[in-house]
């Protein structure tokens, strides 16, 4: 008995020793295995430099190129009024001469052309411009569009307003019906542009309407009438009097449906749609505020363009490249109210329709010309 436990203690006693050696000391490699030390990584210590803050972006500062040396020559009939081209003379300290018309501008040898233009006034100096081009005299084409080229430059929306009014109109007639058109004169400009719009919606069947500034091309009862006899009618485009329109359907009765046609944006105008409007919301409506100080613009333009700063590509359009383009506001029955909440942001023009103010110096520098 006493042999069995002093087996038992012994045995307990080894078995203790081996666990506390198990545990105390690492296992042995295998035989011809490498004992590799563990090596911590060490991170290289690396000089701190002293902390310099980045320079502020400073935007350059706007200078007016010098007009020394330099003569403008401008053309403008004795009622035109040349208050914008006269201030923007002022301030450039430009030389600006008188002519007549363009061929005697070219005699004075100026070094630059203005000319008080319209789409009428436009072709029939085509010659001049010529006479212009073959002695390196830029022109800088006020309220129209000409494709003359090189350096003859429009500075106009003429194109662009009116044929945003007839794509607007071909829009809301959804592409096809019947439209009706006054192109007063005629202007063969402005049919030129119909013709390119109608070109574009062959299902549209235009009639052209007979428009004279002779006399009364339409009156209110004639476009009454005209609109109570052919109820197919689905639109109405006129190259002046659109107002005359507005107020001829405004109190039309008994027509199930009303053409859509052109506002104005004059003071008395806006407030007729808007009352309109809120007496049929579904009453549609298009017109577009214009710039009212081209001629100071130009001066700008012809400076900068006289001291070598080539125009941004992207700033010039129309129908032939060579327009000085501008962010002009188009209305319509869906942001009449906005604009009219920011009338004051206008200027009231001739007859009180609304204009554009002028653009600042470095607006027209920043519009126009590359950076």
Known sequence: MKQRVSRNI???TSIMILAAACVATPASPATGESIVPVVEPTIPLVPTLPFTPEAPTVEPIFTLPSAEGYVLGYEADENQNIDG???ACAETKMECVRGKDI??????EVDVIISYSSEWHVFGVWPQ???AKAASIPIFMLNADSGEQPDIYNISTLYSSLRASLEWMMAEMG????????NFGPNNYIQEIIDEVLAANPKVEATSMPASFDGESFTKESIAEMVKANPKIKAIWSSNKQMDIFWALADLEDVEHLPVFLCTAGVNDLNGWKKWLESDPNFKCFATINPGHTDYEGVYAALF???GEPFNSKALGGKWGNTLSYDYPIITSDNLDEWMGKVDSLEEGDYGVYRLPAMTP???HTRWFKK
């Not at 061929?103 to 004075?108: I, Q, T």
């Not at 592409?175 to 006054?182: D, P, T």
């Open 85 to 87: 081209l006269l201030k």
């Open 305 to 307: 363009y006289l001291n």
């Open 10 to 12: 012994v045995l307990f």
């Open 129 to 131: 411009i010529q006479n």
């Open 362 to 364: 470095e607006e027209i």
């Open 175 to 182: 592409g096809e019906g019947e439209f009706v058109y006054f």
């Open 103 to 108: 061929d005697e501008l070219v005699k004075k």
